[in-house]
């Protein structure tokens, strides 16, 4: 798993959005939050909760935060040990229904995006990490050779276990792991009767509910640290933000960021951050965003109509995909 990308803040804080206002009767309410080192970035649970259940409240974010734990080990491309690990390794695994489940998602993203999101090119991802760690940009023959080196058809089946069908080839969830897990544990905290909650795994969210009755807010940073781009009143769902903000390095005054294009072996350069919302998939859907571009985003978001995306290009320009709209320093969902 890539260190997370904590594109958007949670904003804690009054302010902006209206809050319901309460009658005396009213059962209080508390704010419980949790917070933990994993899939390398910090995760984080806001539980709010009727006051009298806020040790169960902070029960279950603790069994939500295990089971992001417990996914890691299985979908880390970081961990020799992890089923993706030892996919990479050449070892034909037994997958769990989770790690599949994983996958299933990844390809499917794949498809929709028209090969913009790729799982199946670990390689060039990792050559792309060792390029930032050494400050030294990769040879071209390099890449290309790592561009030919994925495809989903060299995922086999055989008798139910999964093998990778050429030496080197390596799966790279780090587009699309964490929102699964924040997904799945914000599941965790419904069955457990948290209907109003917000699981952040640095930067990919899935959010519940309300804030104590209240929209819940992110802020949107600007990708090159001049401020806040706006405030987001998000909808129950998943949101996730991608950019260069902070895996980046620069070569001759050009900033190569960790997202790559698969087609052309290069990271993706003309957008500075996406932050998408959908009712589920956020953080696939920002990586392939971010490879896109806006004009190709946008076209991709027109067949996803409960999908929304925020431009931030490295000038600050904004662009809101059709659905949003932006009221001072606010940006919501129109319809
Ligand atoms: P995210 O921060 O969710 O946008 O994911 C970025 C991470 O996904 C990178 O650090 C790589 O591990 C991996 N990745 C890079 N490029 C792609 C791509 N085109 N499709 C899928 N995953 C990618
Ligand atoms: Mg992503």
Redesign the pocket.
């Known amino acids: 798993m ?1 260190v997370g ?1 904590a594109g958007v803040a949670l904003l804690t804080g009054l302010g902006l959005a209206a809050r319901h206002v309460r009658s005396a009767t009213a059962t209080p309410r508390q704010r419980v939050r949790v917070a933990r080192a994993l899939m390398g970035t910090e995760v984080e649970v806001v539980v709010w909760s009727a006051a009298g259940r806020a040790s169960a409240a902070r029960a279950a974010a603790e069994a939500a935060l295990d089971d992001i734990a417990r996914l890691e080990g299985l979908l880390s491309d970081y961990r020799a040990d992890s089923e993706i690990g030892r996919l990479g390794r050449g070892e034909t695994v037994l997958v769990s229904a989770d790690t599949r489940a994983v996958l299933a998602e990844a390809r499917s993203w794949s498809e929709r995006s028209g090969g ?4 199946t ?2 390689a060039l ?1 990792q050559r792309w990490r060792a390029a930032r760690a050494a400050g030294q940009l990769p040879a071209p023959g390099e890449l290309s050779a790592l561009v030919a080196l994925g495809g989903w058809d060299e995922v086999r089946e055989e008798a139910g276990r999964l093998r990778l069908g050429r030496p080197g080839m390596r799966l ?1 969830l ?3 792991a ?2 699964f897990a924040a997904e799945r544990a914000s599941a965790l905290l419904l069955e457990r009767s948290f209907p109003d909650h917000l699981v952040d795994c640095g ?2 969210l899935a959010v519940a509910g309300s804030r104590d009755g209240a929209p819940w807010r992110l802020a949107i940073p600007d990708p090159r640290g001049r401020g806040v781009v706006a405030t987001l009143l998000v909808r129950p769902g998943t949101v ?1 933000t ?1 950019g260069d903000a902070q ?1 980046f390095f620069e070569v001759g005054g050009v900033r190569y960021g ?5 087609r052309t072996g290069w990271p ?1 350069r003309g957008t500075a951050s996406v932050t998408a919302l959908a009712p589920e998939g956020a ?2 859907l ?3 965003l ?2 896109l571009g806006p004009e190709r985003g946008l076209a991709l978001l027109a067949g996803l109509p409960e999908a929304h995306a925020i431009f931030v290009a490295a000038d600050g320009a904004v662009r809101l995909s059709p659905g949003l709209r932006r009221r001072g320093a606010v940006i919501e969902v129109a319809r």
């Open positions: 890539s990308l913009a999101f790729d799982a090119r670990g991802y790279d780090g587009g699309v964490k929102g930067g990919d996730a991608s895996r960790h997202i790559i294009d698969p993706a953080d696939a920002a990586t392939a971010y490879v």
